[in-house]
């Protein structure tokens, strides 16, 4: 409270390059903490898009094994050919 523009102390972004009062061991731990939040955001990204390749992996195994299903219910390849064999075997 109190700065100019309305902003608290807390919330003012600073450059540590530019900072006068920061040791050179405060530079070191703010770039620390900047990339290990850096890190966080990336590996959220990838968590996402992680989930969405597994989810569309397992639509495709599942749609090849439902259709695989249907189409060996629908063969009555091997029915019709029992029919013929019996049919043989009833003339012979």
Known sequence: PGEPGGEA??????????EPGLSPEQRRLMA???????QRALQ??????????ALGIGAVAL????YTFYSVSQERFLDELEQEAEAARARA
Do not use: S
């Open 9 to 18: 102390a807390f919330a003012r972004r600073i450059d540590p390059e530019r």
């Open 32 to 38: 620390q903490v900047e990339r290990a939040q850096r």
């Open 44 to 53: 959220r990204r990838l968590r996402g898009r992680n989930a969405l390749l």
């Open 63 to 66: 749609g090849i094994y439902g």
